[in-house]
C-alpha cells in the first residue's frame, strides 16, 4: 500500500485503528501522511528508558532533592485552631449575655 493510497477515514494499515475524518494522524500509533501510512512505517515510541534501566530512586533523588520532606507538627497547629475557637465562642457567649 502506498502513502498516497489511505485516506481516513478507515482502519489504519499500521496498527489497525480506526482513523476518524480529517485526522492527521493515527491515535494508535501515530502513523500519519508525513511519516507514511505503509505497513513498513515504523513507531519508536515514547523514547522512555527500559524498566531495568530505570532507577526510581535516582529519579526521585533528582526530581525532589535528597532530603526527606519537613513534617509540620500538626498538634500545635490544631491545638492553636482549637484555642481559637474556644475563645471566640467565649466572646460570642459573653456579648449574648451582656447585651440582654
Known amino acids: 500500500m502506498s502513502d498516497?493510497?489511505?485516506r481516513?477515514?478507515?482502519d489504519?494499515?499500521?496498527c489497525g485503528e480506526f482513523v476518524p475524518r480529517k485526522a492527521l494522524s493515527c491515535a494508535?500509533?501515530?502513523a500519519s501522511r508525513d511519516s507514511g501510512w505503509n505497513e513498513e512505517a515504523s513507531v519508536s515510541?515514547?523514547?522512555l528508558?527500559?524498566?531495568e534501566a530505570f532507577d526510581y530512586d535516582d529519579f526521585v533523588a533528582r526530581e525532589f532533592g535528597q532530603g526527606q520532606p519537613k513534617k509540620t507538627d500538626r498538634r500545635r497547629f490544631w491545638t492553636?485552631?482549637?484555642l481559637v475557637l474556644i475563645l471566640?465562642?467565649?466572646a460570642s457567649l459573653l456579648a449574648v449575655f451582656r447585651w440582654h
Open 80 to 82: 492553636v485552631v482549637g
Open 12 to 14: 489504519c494499515p499500521v
Open 49 to 51: 528508558p527500559d524498566d
Open 45 to 47: 515510541g515514547l523514547d
Open 28 to 30: 494508535g500509533c501515530g
Open 8 to 10: 481516513p477515514p478507515g
Open 4 to 6: 498516497e493510497a489511505f
Open 88 to 90: 471566640a465562642m467565649a
